[in-house]
């Protein structure tokens, strides 16, 4: 008989971080709307979620291994919006950003969720912010529920403690 893992939908109980990046606030203010929205439909306690605000997505993976390393959080939730039209440098920010959430993830065992829009143009953005094509934010917190809630059930590596989260 096989054994089969699979993330929960509830985050009762579990203290979730958002880092959410300061550039182009006027989209990365309705991911955060659409992620704190998502969490609490999810049971997670407006009082069990903290949120740092950083100048722009360059910046998320260092705010979000701080709190990763915290030990406090069952994830860590990244808000952000490059758009291409806006910036020469569009693929240095977007990409280190994406880098950085990956190496978080993997240099603390925190889910790291990429929660961060790279749009060609502004109207795209919109779409993506809860407009036409559902909303970012959102699900980048029902991913972080899913993971956190799988990590929980997951054997821990071979002589090492499970992270303990709350
Ligand atoms: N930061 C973003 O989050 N989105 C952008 O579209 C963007 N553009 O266009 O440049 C952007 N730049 C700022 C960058 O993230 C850093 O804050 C800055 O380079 C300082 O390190």
Known sequence: MSRTYEGGRSGKGKKFAIVV?????FI???LLEGATDALVRQEVAESDIEIAWVPGSFEIPLAARRMAESGRFAAVVCLGAV???QTTHFDYVAGE???GISQV?????IPAIFGVITADNLEQAIDRA???QGNRGAEAALAAIEMASLLAQL???????PARTP
């Open 130 to 132: 809860g407009a036409r």
């Open 83 to 85: 758009i291409r039209g």
């Open 28 to 30: 990365t203010n309705r």
């Open 21 to 25: 990046s300061r550039f182009n606030e």
């Open 97 to 99: 950003c994406a880098r």
């Open 105 to 109: 993830a993997a240099a603390t065992g």
């Open 155 to 161: 054997p821990a590596a071979e002589g090492r403690a």
